[in-house]
């Protein structure tokens, strides 16, 4: 028998994929992020390796920044959040979700539809019951944070065991008092008083705006004290391998300065001696784990 939450994916998958628009089919999730290496859920999102998550977990965006940027990949990167748990990292594969300002006839539509197929009632939870381990749960919520409020603490609390990542919610959070100590990381806009009211969902694993970033379902989410990066999948290995050997040239730099006998131009950002140069090289070489 599959989890609930596969079964629940399935569902909107085979019920409401097949006439909405607020869900890629399984063939349009394949053919919008066709670079994917890895397999796949069954909805088609793509399901970068444990393992992989496990090293992301290292990185600082800026070590890993550089070569998707340089890849093609510009629109990653969203900053300035309130960060629930400071210092700690959100590492996952996305799980996006879309809200809208209500509209009447629009929700009513989609609402008949997901009836008719099954769904029930659309609403936060509908989605949060779809979340399985490692997924981050990814919130277009327009920025609203006073009636924007994705979750509570029980909700909150809920995401937190059933995925052991956490939450980036482009809107509100509230109870926050009772979600800090579970140490849960999130990402999010602000606080208000009110529950999540006066919106609508209009996509589920979808691709969404996050501030000025682009994010797929799939993609792998990094957060750390810089704000949010988001990993098209294809992209996570050599972004591995490039924060690896950042890290080590950096390393190598500031040895160097420890000894007082170099100019910081002599060694950063690249240096000028050939010897450095080749000194450098190798301790990057033999400082870097074997690429597997």
């Known amino acids: 028998m599959l989890p609930k939450y596969k079964l629940a994916a399935a569902l909107l998958l085979t019920g409401v994929c097949a006439q909405a628009q607020f869900v890629l089919t399984r063939e349009q999730m394949i053919a919008y992020t066709a670079q994917n290496p ?24 800026e070590e890993a920044y550089g070569v998707v940027k340089g890849k093609g990949f510009p629109n990653q990167f969203a ?17 996006t979700v879309q809200f809208m300002p209500a509209r009447p006839d629009v929700a009513e539509a ?27 749960i ?3 919520l327009f920025g609203k944070a006073d009636g924007g409020t994705f979750v509570g603490d029980k909700l909150a609390y809920y995401i937190w065991k059933t995925t052991g ?16 100590p579970t140490g849960m990381p999130a990402y999010y806009r602000g606080t208000g008083p009110d529950a999540l009211g006066n919106v609508m969902i209009t996509g589920i694993n979808i691709p969404i705006r996050i ?19 988001f990993i098209p999948p294809h992209l996570v290995k050599p972004a591995i391998d ?51």
């Open 38 to 61: 890895y397999e796949r859920f069954p909805d088609g999102r793509p399901k970068v390796p444990d393992a992989l998550l496990e090293k992301v977990k290292g990185l600082v965006t």
């Open 79 to 95: 900053g300035d959040w309130k960060i629930l748990q400071p210092g700690k990292r959100l590492v996952g594969r996305a799980f």
């Open 110 to 136: 989609m609402q008949a539809e997901a009836t008719k197929r099954g769904i029930g009632r659309l609403r936060n939870q509908t989605v949060i019951d779809m979340l399985g381990p490692n997924d981050v």
């Open 138 to 140: 990814v919130v277009d």
């Open 165 to 180: 990542a956490g939450m980036v919610v482009d809107g509100g959070m509230f109870w926050l008092g009772k979600i800090i």
């Open 211 to 229: 501030g000025t970033a682009t994010v797929m379902p799939g993609d792998v989410v990094l957060g750390d004290e810089e704000g949010l990066f």
């Open 242 to 292: 490039a924060a690896e050997s950042t890290k080590a040239r950096d390393e190598w730099i500031k040895k160097k300065m420890d000894l007082r006998e170099y100019k910081s131009s002599d060694l950063y950002g690249r240096p000028k001696d050939p010897a450095l140069i080749k000194e450098m090289e190798e301790y990057i070489k033999t400082h870097q784990p074997p690429k597997q």
